[in-house]
């Protein structure tokens, strides 16, 4: 028995989410044809989507890792963004695609939006796995999108839950939280 069966239940298989990411993969590389493209990794939560997005995509790509964080180890954002690990390269001139997790308040992403544009790329768009629309706080314009999913606490591909849980192979939902 796995470690978390008695935890967590399965809200996106994955079948479902290698499927999706696979087709995310193809409209980036018919979008980007011709184009060097580097994605940015937003850390942590991210790693497991980027890593095999990034296997997928036709076209040769640079991979960038940033950190942020707005939860500090808890269940909801405390609104207040930062950066925990900058980008290791100069970003102007860039095709620019950001890889998230999820994107629920919309705060991070914006942070993220305007610390980038700041950097003068010469394209910047936004990935996410995961949209929670019903906490959205503020608009962002989200280019390639993964899922839709209501207001719940998921895990596994990457989100955590106190740290834990990133490893899951599909996103699933605290039974007991």
């Given at each position: 028995?796995?470690?978390?069966?008695?935890?967590?239940g399965?809200?996106i298989?994955?079948?479902?989410?290698q499927?999706?990411?696979?087709?995310?993969a193809a409209e980036?590389?018919?979008?980007y044809?011709?184009k060097?493209?580097?994605?940015?990794?937003?850390?942590?939560g991210?790693?497991?989507?980027?890593?095999?997005l990034?296997?997928y995509?036709?076209l040769?790509v640079?991979l960038?890792?940033?950190?942020?964080?707005?939860?500090?180890?808890?269940?909801?954002?405390?609104g207040e963004?930062?950066?925990?690990?900058?980008?290791?390269?100069p970003?102007?001139?860039?095709?620019?695609?950001?890889?998230?997790d999820i994107?629920?308040?919309?705060?991070?992403?914006?942070?993220?939006l305007?610390n980038?544009?700041?950097?003068?790329?010469?394209?910047?768009k936004?990935?996410?796995?995961?949209?929670?629309?019903?906490?959205?706080?503020?608009?962002v314009d989200?280019?390639?999108?993964?899922?839709?999913i209501?207001?719940?606490f998921?895990?596994g591909y990457?989100?955590?839950?106190?740290?834990v849980?990133?490893?899951?192979?599909?996103?699933?939902?605290?039974?007991?939280?």
């Amino acid at each position: 028995m796995a470690f978390y069966e008695q935890e967590v239940g399965v809200l996106i298989s994955e079948d479902k989410l290698q499927a999706r990411v696979r087709e995310l993969a193809a409209e980036i590389t018919r979008d980007y044809a011709g184009k060097d493209l580097t994605l940015i990794c937003v850390l942590k939560g991210s790693a497991f989507f980027a890593i095999d997005l990034a296997k997928y995509i036709d076209l040769p790509v640079k991979l960038e890792f940033l950190g942020v964080s707005s939860y500090q180890g808890g269940t909801e954002s405390t609104g207040e963004v930062r950066i925990t690990t900058d980008v290791s390269k100069p970003m102007a001139g860039k095709h620019l695609l950001i890889i998230e997790d999820i994107i629920d308040t919309g705060l991070t992403m914006q942070f993220l939006l305007e610390n980038l544009r700041a950097r003068h790329p010469a394209s910047l768009k936004v990935c996410t796995l995961l949209e929670k629309p019903s906490r959205a706080r503020t608009k962002v314009d989200i280019d390639y999108k993964g899922f839709v999913i209501d207001d719940l606490f998921v895990v596994g591909y990457g989100l955590d839950f106190g740290e834990v849980y990133r490893n899951i192979p599909f996103i699933g939902v605290m039974k007991n939280k």
